[in-house]
């Protein structure tokens, strides 16, 4: 079976400071990874996926993640935050060619701060 | 862009009563998928279709059935509602075959108040 593991719950930063936003998975075989944020109130909107090819994918709001097979890790980073990423964060993961259902984390709530 | 549909993006009912939550997914996509959401937690995963055939269950409770409908659209039932059940009800619809980018696209969910 496969799992996602969000370590932080809540991750405080002032604005216009770095982030990440740590996320592990625990699969058998390969797997899809995603991010996805839902603002306050909201659904859940797609940042970015790793699929296969580089391991560094990007969003078009200035986030990245990086894919590390040895470490079973797909981070989330930002070098600098704005007042309006504050959100939860949540990373998931897919078995691809099974029934593709999606796996989520517990979610991390970035809070930026002024 | 066409999105997915959830109805009605919220809904309040007594404990022991019923609610029907309906999903319509993109145009062309035939795979959809439901998943409930609870104050402060992460996204559950209930119960997905494939062309109208069930394509796996998760944690979904007996009390609640779900279907997906000749033109795709799915509705999940929900009886005997308990307290607990109060929750962020998602609906996410794909293209299963073709280009499969293995995004889910989801809707706004539906916010379901048990009383």
């Known amino acids: 079976a496969q799992s996602v593991t969000q370590l932080d719950s809540q991750v405080p930063v002032f604005e216009e400071a770095p982030v990440e936003l740590r996320c592990n998975y625990s699969s058998s075989v390969s797997v899809y990874l995603f991010w996805y944020v839902q603002y306050p109130n909201q659904g859940l909107q797609l940042l970015l996926k790793?699929?296969?090819?580089?391991?560094l994918v990007e969003s078009i709001n200035g986030f990245e993640a990086e894919f590390n097979k040895s470490q079973t890790s797909f981070h989330l980073r930002k070098p600098s935050v704005h007042i309006s990423d504050t959100a939860e964060y949540f990373c998931?993961?897919?078995?691809?060619?099974?029934?593709?259902?999606?796996?989520f984390g517990t979610g991390t709530l970035l809070a930026v701060q002024p | 862009a066409a999105g997915v549909i959830q109805s009605p993006r919220h809904l309040i009912k007594e404990k022991r009563e019923t609610a029907t939550l309906k999903c319509y997914p993109i145009?062309?996509?035939?795979?959809v998928y439901w998943y409930q959401q609870g104050p402060g937690q992460d996204p559950q995963f209930l119960i997905s279709f494939y062309e109208k055939m069930q394509s796996d269950k998760g944690s979904i409770p007996d009390r609640f059935s779900a279907q997906q409908f000749s033109d795709y659209h799915s509705e999940l039932n929900m009886s005997s509602l308990e307290l607990g059940d109060s929750a962020l009800y998602f609906c996410a619809s794909r293209q299963a075959g073709g280009m499969n980018t293995g995004e889910l696209f989801f809707g706004e969910g539906s916010r379901l108040t048990v009383l």
């Open positions: 790793y699929l296969s090819g580089s391991t």
């Open positions: 145009p062309r996509h035939d795979t």
């Open positions: 998931a993961a897919m078995i691809p060619g099974a029934t593709n259902k999606l796996i």
